[in-house]
T-cell receptor
Framework: NAGVTQTPKFQVLKTGQSMTLQCAQDMNHNSMYWYRQDPGMGLRLIYYSASEGTTDKGEVPNGYNVSRLNKREFSLRLESAAPSQTSVYFC?????????????FGPGTRLTVL | AQSVTQLDSQVPVFEEAPVELRCNYSSSVSVYLFWYVQYPNQGLQLLLKYLSGSTLVKSINGFEAEFNKSQTSFHLRKPSVHISDTAEYFCAVSQTLNFGNEKLTFGTGTRLTIIP
């Protein structure tokens, strides 16, 4: 049981390049999330998906798109990377519909945009 | 809108000394509260959470947090810290979205450094 996995672990992009961050979970969870972590700002929600086939915007969605490919996978795409998107990106999943269910986090992707 | 305030960005503590990491939240509705820990170069792991019932919740590695509704606080404490507790600690509050889904609002984190 690997939990939540993310690829790649590290990535360097030039301004204007595109890339997709991959996330998969093997816990049969319904909900999945993408956060970004920046120094002194904690984690901020980019997008989330309550179930397969649905996605919604979080606090900071501009410049990103997401795809909930199936129940296991939730990808985050940067169409035209900007230096302001330099950050550590975390994917998380949550299993149930009960209030207070734990979110489980992946190890993160460290992205640098030059 | 909900928010979480962690006033201390860095807390240095001598090994075996007690520590308190402060967390205050604002919310107009009942909330669920969480402490997550992030060890260097890793993702976040749940440390403990408050859902309902006893206002004092404990983790398996000696941390505890007390929910105080009147002061809207959820401070994290440990009576005696170890080198292995060096990490960043995030307080979070949940917000119900739709169809039973929730999102977390995080504080800015407190970096706990243990001094040998």
């Amino acid at each position: 049981n690997a939990g939540v996995t993310q690829t790649p672990k590290f990535q360097v992009l030039k301004t204007g390049q595109s890339m997709t961050l991959q996330c998969a979970q093997d816990m049969n969870h319904n909900s999945m999330y993408w956060y970004r972590q920046d120094p002194g700002m904690g984690l901020r929600l980019i997008y989330y998906s309550a179930s397969e086939g649905t996605t919604d915007k979080g606090e900071v969605p501009n410049g990103y798109n997401v795809s909930r490919l199936n129940k296991r996978e939730f990808s985050l795409r940067l169409e035209s990377a900007a230096p302001s998107q330099t950050s550590v990106y975390f994917c998380a999943s949550r299993g149930g519909l009960a209030g207070g269910d734990t979110q489980y986090f992946g190890p993160g992707t460290r992205l640098t945009v030059l | 809108a909900q928010s979480v305030t962690q006033l201390d960005s860095q807390v240095p503590v001598f090994e075996e000394a007690p520590v308190e990491l402060r967390c205050n939240y604002s919310s107009s509705v009942s909330v669920y509260l969480f402490w997550y820990v992030q060890y260097p170069n890793q993702g976040l792991q749940l440390l403990l959470k408050y859902l309902s019932g006893s206002t004092l919740v404990k983790s398996i590695n000696g941390f505890e947090a007390e929910f105080n509704k009147s002061q809207t606080s959820f401070h994290l404490r440990k009576p005696s810290v170890h080198i292995s507790d060096t990490a960043e600690y995030f307080c979070a509050v949940s917000q119900t979205l739709n169809f039973g889904n929730e999102k977390l609002t995080f504080g800015t984190g407190t970096r706990l450094t243990i001094i040998p």
